[in-house]
């Protein structure tokens, strides 16, 4: 299995002069790709330009840039601009966000997001290839219908297309990463409910005329060892509480929807009920300990291997560890300790 580091979550969990020795720590220790996070703290483009600089093997990749908040043109000028500096080592990494993100940070309207993926990532490609910009969608026309600009231009920047991944969790966006893109950012993978993740993305797969092997399906996410599994369970109890009943709203909340289809209904949305109305304290007693048992990478290494093996077998191609640590010394030997793990079933 391949593996994948993420930088951070929402907020910055280290300040930047451990991301720093972070990342290149990982790509010491053979980890394969290194993600950056976009939400309301750091953008996930200006650390990757200076990490470029910094190391020399590592794939860097924006995991996720949210669709809408820039335009299609510049989002692909960006990916292709960063793939030029870094040698070829950069992934695109695109995903809808969510109603919090869009309306609170941005000021849009959370509207027609999925239609905006599916032109982004077309007119992406029409710039990786050096084709003439010119697009006609729902959302975006170029060149722009009744302007000035009559003759369509090239972006001529030098470099290899880089890979698109979509990071989705709804059926629909995972339908259209099946079709329309290279790879998968999962999140809240839950193995036991693979399935609600997978056959969608088979699903459109299939209809671009592809099968899922043609993608790279990453997975995984907060690692932490102990043998104190129920003071683990209780650790990451606030970490999904917040998740399911913070992380959109009442009406589109796509963290919570993921956990209803992966049968854990009623306690998402009582959590989500909970949350909301303000009784935050037992929104968190109220995340079932097999929620967190099946969405967290945590317990002794015995446990871990199992888990690790169990994503391997539902065909992940990538696992993608944010490991638990006070400082960047105790992120970097929890990340050394997991990568051993890893390889081991190689």
Same mark, same amino acid.
């Given at each position: ?196 993740? #997978?056959?969608?993305? =088979?699903?459109? &797969?299939?209809? @671009? ?5 043609? %993608?790279?399906? *990453?997975?995984? !996410? ?53 949350? #909301?109305?303000?009784? =935050?304290?037992? &929104?968190?007693? @109220? ?5 967190? %048992?099946?969405? *967290?990478?945590? !317990? ?47």
């Amino acid at each position: 299995m391949r593996i994948a580091v993420t930088l951070a979550g929402p907020g910055p969990a280290l300040p930047w002069h451990d991301v720093i020795t972070y990342v290149e720590e990982a790509e010491r220790l053979g980890a394969d790709d290194a993600w950056s996070a976009e939400a309301w703290a750091r953008d996930a483009i200006t650390p990757l330009a200076y990490l470029a600089a910094r190391t020399s093997r590592i794939r860097l990749g924006t995991g996720i840039l949210a669709v809408g908040t820039r335009t299609p043109a510049m989002t692909a000028m960006t990916a292709s601009t960063l793939c030029e500096i870094s040698g070829g080592r950069f992934a695109l990494g695109l995903g809808a966000s969510g109603p919090q993100v869009i309306e609170g940070v941005h000021g849009f309207e959370f509207k027609g997001q999925l239609e905006r993926l599916k032109e982004t990532i077309d007119i992406a490609r029409v710039v990786f290839r050096g084709d003439p910009l010119t697009y006609q969608g729902d959302h975006y026309a170029l060149p722009r219908p009744g302007g000035e600009a009559r003759r369509p231009l090239r972006v001529g920047i030098p470099c290899d297309p880089p890979a698109i991944y979509v990071g989705a969790m709804s059926p629909a966006g995972l339908r259209l990463t099946g079709a329309a893109a290279d790879g998968w950012l999962g999140h809240h993978f839950i193995p036991e409910a693979a399935a609600v993740y #997978l056959d969608p993305l =088979r699903e459109g &797969a299939k209809s @671009a005329g592809r099968t899922l092997e043609d %993608l790279d399906l *990453q997975a995984g !996410g907060w690692i932490e060892f102990g043998d104190d599994l129920e003071a683990l369970v209780d650790s990451r109890r606030a970490y999904l509480a917040f998740n399911l009943g913070a992380m959109g709203s009442a009406r589109k909340n796509f963290y919570n929807d993921v956990y209803v289809r992966a049968g854990f209904e009623d306690a998402a949305l009582e959590i989500q009920k909970l949350w #909301l109305s303000g009784k =935050r304290d037992d &929104a968190r007693k @109220a995340v079932p300990d097999e929620m967190v %048992l099946q969405s *967290q990478l945590i !317990g002794d290494e015995s446990r871990l291997l199992e888990r690790f093996a169990l994503f391997r077998s539902l065909g992940i191609d990538t696992i993608r560890l944010q490991p638990a640590g006070a400082n960047v010394r105790e992120q970097v030997a929890n990340l050394e300790r997991a990568i051993s793990l890893v390889r081991s079933l190689d």
